[in-house]
């Protein structure tokens, strides 16, 4: 996992620099170590954390027509009046969080404590959790851990191979991966496959 060859995969420079001991000690671990595996990983993570910059969710909206239309379930017509949630991250989080992935409901916090961190944006209690148990860190008391980069590289390499990405990389089934890793929203899947096949020729 050599500066150069990130810098290939598409991380800036600095970004290279920063990660490299991380994520090789986080895919040494899981057995991310070919370049289809890697490829992958890295693909998927360039995408979530957009471009290794943001290792936590942004939920600041600055007007209500936005949250109406990334939160359609929650907003609009006969439901939340969007503009409560404008500029107020926090309620946003627990609402649009309650009852999900392990959390509480709206009252109890967990939206917002459980929200997106760490490179591969891990959300919700029920995964903080797991990710604690797996791996032997503190992550559901002390959720902010994942924003620390030893951390963001543990939990993404952990997601991925957990959720059985890792044959999936070996087959090449890219947007199979994206489906494990985001769901079946599959949000910028074109994106990640972009990103994953750069980072595999960088890793070959």
């Known amino acids: 996992m050599t500066v150069e060859r990130l810098i290939a995969a598409g991380l800036t420079p600095t970004a290279a620099k920063a990660w490299a001991v991380p ?43 936005r949250l109406v239309a990334v939160w359609p379930s929650r907003f609009g017509p006969g439901k939340r009046d969007p503009a409560r949630y404008v500029r107020n991250p926090m309620a946003l989080a627990n609402l649009v969080y309650a009852g999900k992935l392990g959390n509480g409901d709206e009252a109890s916090g967990d939206g917002w404590r459980y929200r997106g961190r760490g490179l591969k944006q891990l959300t919700g209690r029920a995964n903080y959790a797991e990710a604690a148990q797996r791996i032997g860190q503190p992550y559901e008391a002390r959720p902010e851990l994942v924003q620390e980069p030893v951390h963001a590289a543990l939990t993404a390499a952990w997601f991925f191979a957990a959720r059985g990405c890792i044959a999936l990389a070996d087959a090449g089934e890219w947007d199979a991966i994206t489906r494990k890793v985001n769901g079946p929203a599959m949000l910028q899947a074109a994106q990640r496959r972009t990103a994953t096949l750069k980072a595999v020729r960088a890793f070959r």
């Open 23 to 65: 994520l090789e000690a986080a895919c040494d671990r899981y057995g991310i170590t070919t370049a289809n595996r890697i490829g992958a990983l890295i693909g998927q993570i360039m995408v979530e954390s957009a471009g290794f910059t943001r290792l936590e969710e942004n939920l600041f909206y600055t007007s209500p027509a």
